[in-house]
């Protein structure tokens, strides 16, 4: 049913409104990853990872509404039942809540869901390709500065550094991003929302083998 609704080629982008549009999903995106990325040094996988993606609440609800998607109620439901399972399932951390860590979570929560809404507006006007390139060359100068801020190391040691950024850009820019934008082109944006939710259960799994790894 919801392969009949997958739109024809969408154009891209050529005009000033256009690039803007990619640009505006390029910098939400930026915010996202940069406030996580700091949240993260601060507050376990899971937590932090299940504030931010309880995002796709905000977007879901929200976004149906400003994009007056008809998908009636059972999938609200699906989206707030399948969140509250996923706090069960990673439960209460047994050390203390950083402040500043929880500060930024919930603002890249907020951009997070900034960037859902942006994505799915994007996607009914422009190609995946053109969103993917306009916002990934807006996003990259908000990034870079974002590292340069935290003190952080820009250029990786050799390929042990080199591989793992390899790994994030194809499989998490290109391949995670571009199919979340592809999807939301065709999908009402409360289903794609829901269907996000698989992320915590992945990081809730991951969790304890990363914290050994650093401790390590």
């Known amino acids: 049913l919801l392969l009949t609704r997958k739109p024809g080629p969408r ?11 990619c640009a505006g999903v390029g910098l ?29 609440i905000v977007s879901g609800i929200g976004g149906s509404f400003l994009f ?7 999938p609200f439901a699906g989206l707030l039942i399948s969140f509250s399972g996923l706090v069960l399932m990673v439960g ?20 997070f869901a900034a960037y859902v809404v942006a994505v799915k507006f994007a996607s009914q006007r422009l190609s995946t390709n053109g969103i993917l390139r306009v916002s ?10 974002a590292s340069l801020i935290l003190g952080e190391k820009s250029v990786p040691d050799g390929w042990d550094g080199l591989w793992p950024l390899l790994g994030i850009g194809i499989v998490c820019q290109i391949c995670g991003q571009g199919l979340i934008t592809k999807g939301l082109s065709f999908i009402p944006i409360a289903i794609g929302t829901t269907l996000m939710l698989t992320t915590p259960v992945a990081a809730a799994e991951a969790d304890p083998a990363a914290e050994e790894a650093a401790a390590a």
Do not use: C, Q
């Open 11 to 21: 154009p891209e982008p050529t005009t000033v409104r256009d690039f803007l549009i």
């Open 136 to 145: 990934a060359i807006a996003a990259a100068p908000v990034l870079i500065a």
């Open 68 to 74: 007056k998607d008809r998908v009636g109620w059972p």
């Open 92 to 111: 209460i951390s047994d050390r203390p809540i950083d402040t500043l860590g929880l500060i930024y979570a919930i603002i890249a929560m907020l951009a």
């Open 28 to 56: 939400v995106f930026a915010a996202d990853g940069g406030f996580f990325h700091a949240s993260l040094e601060l507050l376990p996988i899971a937590h932090a990872n299940l504030i931010v993606t309880s995002g796709v």
